[in-house]
């Protein structure tokens, strides 16, 4: 091609590609919001801690409530789909889709099997992973056909990938939960531990990570083995040791492992604790619903700073305020699947939950591609950041008393009075103001268009009535002048 052309067809791939961004904003609804959209560059801050007078947040490095939530989707790590090799994930497009809709969170994944098989999301495709933390090395091949792992060696490209990932991120000001291991695919996937470098056939370490020979391998989430369990402390090492310097890093053990798990992940989380006190930089460690049969209380009672709950106790549709025991991360993917919608993400927020979503994104695992379906969502992740931002969040607590709707995030000070109340189904709504005295500001947000419209001036010292200027559902913030 000569080189004029060549100029030429690359300027109009830039400029389609910037046409396509715009078209996307405006598909989502974001290049007609308010003047608050524009997200902050900032980079990242911290590291999280967390927040010693608001434990249902963290704090940043400057002692800032911090309010997560974000879209996370299966292959931001390693690549999967249904090629071999999987197509490549662009992590930086990711970002940009992550950034249009101002979310500050993701879950990066990993996937322990080479092979699985998606089902009925999928019907009749085999999904490829790779690149994986261990080195494949052989002598001889594993199960894909590919060289056996070295389950002492690490893969040089999947490291460099998991740093430049992270150092990406938290450039964009987004913190990353890296996920350790993967426990559904193991329990439920097929051909998943028929491909496992833990097989006795993947890895030439002599290595058979089913203690009980049932031929699926869930032992290796648990202490049942000794050598596999200083396997997995040894990456778990080489993990801490590629990002642990990051200010955006929290971990998460691993993604819905089977009940028996408990004891194994309660015992890494320890393990991450104990090997990053000697180190400059400590992290939150999370744990995630079990499943199946997992039950909340098991993750209320582990040493992790944060957890994602199952649907009981009504996380689905009337979520439980948040008491600080924890930082909960409240996750579509561990309630649904993918599902959610717009009045789930508000209520989680004035819950004083921070509320994640499982997202299908460009459709090459499952799903469909960027389904609109779930836009209202994505963008309620985004509303609700903006409104975290503008408030004292260090100083609101959940009081489901103080409004006629059940939801409200409150700091009722005669002094610094601060109210958001959301009514799902929008109309009249009484707030009780007493304990503030003097003139509130009002503003009233509609969450499905994203626009904010002043109410005047308030008296505070009584309840008063509200009654919202749009159709569908509303939020209403009252702030002291």
């Given at each position: 091609?000569?080189?004029?052309?060549?100029?030429?067809?690359?300027?109009?791939?830039?400029?389609?590609?910037?046409?396509?961004?715009?078209?996307?904003?405006?598909?989502?609804?974001?290049?007609?919001?308010?003047?608050?959209?524009?997200?902050?560059?900032?980079?990242?801050?911290?590291?999280?801690?967390?927040?010693?007078?608001?434990?249902?947040?963290?704090?940043?490095?400057?002692?800032?409530?911090?309010?997560?939530?974000?879209?996370?989707?299966?292959?931001?790590?390693?690549?999967?789909?249904?090629?071999?090799?999987?197509?490549?994930?662009?992590?930086?497009?990711?970002?940009?889709?992550?950034?249009?809709?101002?979310?500050?969170?993701?879950?990066?994944?990993?996937?322990?099997?080479?092979?699985?098989?998606?089902?009925?999301?999928?019907?009749?495709?085999?999904?490829?992973?790779?690149?994986?933390?261990?080195?494949?090395?052989?002598?001889?091949?594993?199960?894909?056909?590919?060289?056996?792992?070295?389950l002492t060696e690490y893969d040089r490209d999947y490291f460099d990938r998991l740093r430049q990932r992270l150092t990406a991120a938290g450039q964009r000001g987004i913190y990353v939960s890296v996920m350790l291991f993967e426990g559904w695919g193991v329990q439920f996937a097929k051909r998943a531990w028929e491909t496992h470098p833990f097989h006795p056939a993947n890895n030439v370490n002599g290595i058979d990570g089913d203690a009980n020979g049932d031929g699926k391998g869930l032992e290796i989430h648990t202490l049942t083995n000794g050598k596999v369990t200083a396997l997995q402390e040894a990456y778990v090492r080489k993990v801490v040791d590629t990002v642990g310097n990051s200010d955006n890093v929290l971990y998460e053990i691993s993604n819905e492992n089977h009940t028996p798990s408990t004891p194994w992940q309660y015992h890494m989380i320890d393990y991450i604790h104990r090997y990053e006190s000697g180190k400059p930089k400590q992290h939150p460690v999370g744990m995630t619903f079990q499943y199946k049969g997992?039950?909340?209380?098991?993750?209320?009672?582990?040493?992790?700073?944060?957890?994602?709950?199952?649907?009981?106790?009504?996380?689905?549709?009337?979520?439980?305020?948040?008491?600080?025991?924890?930082?909960?991360?409240?996750?579509?993917?561990?309630?649904?699947?993918?599902?959610?919608?717009?009045?789930?993400?508000?209520?989680s927020f004035l819950r004083g939950l921070n509320p994640l979503f499982m997202d299908p994104y460009d459709g090459t695992v499952i799903g469909n591609r960027f389904d609109p379906k779930w836009d209202p969502v994505r963008k309620s992740l985004g509303h609700t950041r903006r409104l975290a931002e503008r408030m004292n969040l260090t100083a609101m607590t959940p009081n489901s008393k103080l409004a006629s709707s059940g939801y409200c995030l409150a700091h009722a000070s005669a002094d610094e009075g601060e109210y958001l109340v959301y009514a799902p189904e929008g109309g009249k709504i009484t707030v009780d103001l007493t304990a503030t005295s003097g003139k509130l500001e009002a503003e009233w947000f509609n969450p499905t268009k994203g626009t904010s419209t002043d109410a005047g001036p308030i008296d505070g010292d009584a309840t008063r009535t509200f009654d919202a200027p749009f159709a569908g559902d509303a939020v209403l913030w009252l702030k002291k002048k």
């Open positions: 091609m000569r080189r004029r052309e060549f100029l030429r067809q690359s300027g109009q791939l830039v400029i389609a590609g910037a046409l396509a961004n715009r078209l996307e904003d405006c598909r989502l609804g974001l290049a007609a919001e308010s003047k608050s959209v524009k997200s902050s560059r900032t980079p990242a801050s911290g590291p999280l801690r967390v927040h010693p007078d608001n434990p249902r947040y963290f704090s940043d490095g400057n002692g800032k409530a911090v309010y997560l939530t974000g879209s996370h989707t299966w292959s931001n790590l390693p690549d999967m789909g249904s090629s071999d090799p999987p197509p490549n994930f662009d992590f930086d497009a990711y970002l940009d889709f992550l950034d249009r809709l101002n979310h500050n969170f993701i879950r990066l994944w990993t996937w322990e099997s080479t092979r699985w098989q998606p089902g009925h999301w999928r019907p009749g495709a085999t999904h490829t992973v790779a690149p994986h933390p261990f080195a494949r090395t052989g002598p001889g091949n594993a199960a894909d056909g590919k060289p056996k792992f070295d997992g039950e909340n209380r098991t993750l209320f009672e582990s040493p992790a700073e944060w957890i994602s709950p199952n649907p009981e106790g009504g996380y689905r549709d009337n979520p439980p305020a948040a008491d600080g025991s924890k930082v909960i991360l409240t996750d579509t993917d561990h309630l649904w699947g993918i599902g959610g919608n717009q009045a789930w993400v508000w209520k």
